[in-house]
């Protein structure tokens, strides 16, 4: 056989072979690719589905008892603002009214007068939490 043929003939062996391990890969691929575009398909075949199968039709239910209207304005509680104010007041002291604590004790009540410093260094430790219990209406609007 001539060297022509012999290098033609190994030339055509090996695309054969690249071939034919193309093919064999192209069929393992396939199944997967198909699996997937079907999952991919599935979503908007379910959702339109589960839109046809609900009912189109809605009814309002009915209350069987009319709600009772409030007419009088509630008052609120005053004990938040009780609790902030005696807070914020025994935070503060009358030889400092420029502290931030003493300027809202005064707002919030400007009649009242500021705790004087307790006598000694030390002596008046400020509270760490205050905490309103109950609040009583003594009369109307009270």
Do not use: H, N
Not at 12 to 27: C, H, K, N, V, Y
Not at 55 to 66: D, E, F, L, M, N
Not at 120 to 126: D, E, H, L, N, Y
């Amino acid at each position: 056989m001539s060297p022509g043929k012999q290098a033609s003939e190994s030339e055509a062996a090996a695309p054969m072979a690249a071939g034919a391990r193309l093919e064999s890969m192209r069929r393992r691929v396939r199944p997967s690719r198909q699996a997937v575009l079907t999952a991919i398909a599935a979503g908007p075949v379910a959702l339109c589905v589960a839109v046809a199968s609900t009912p189109t039709t809605v009814q309002a239910a009915t209350p069987s008892k009319p709600a009772a209207v409030r007419t009088a304005a509630a008052t609120a509680d005053p004990g938040g603002y009780a609790q902030l104010f005696v807070s914020v007041w025994l935070r503060s002291r009358a030889d400092d009214a420029t502290s931030a604590q003493a300027r809202l004790a005064q707002s919030m009540a400007p009649d009242v007068e500021l705790p004087a410093p307790a006598a000694g260094a030390g002596a008046q430790s400020k509270p760490e939490s205050v905490t309103a219990v109950r609040s009583a209406r003594a009369a109307r609007g009270r």
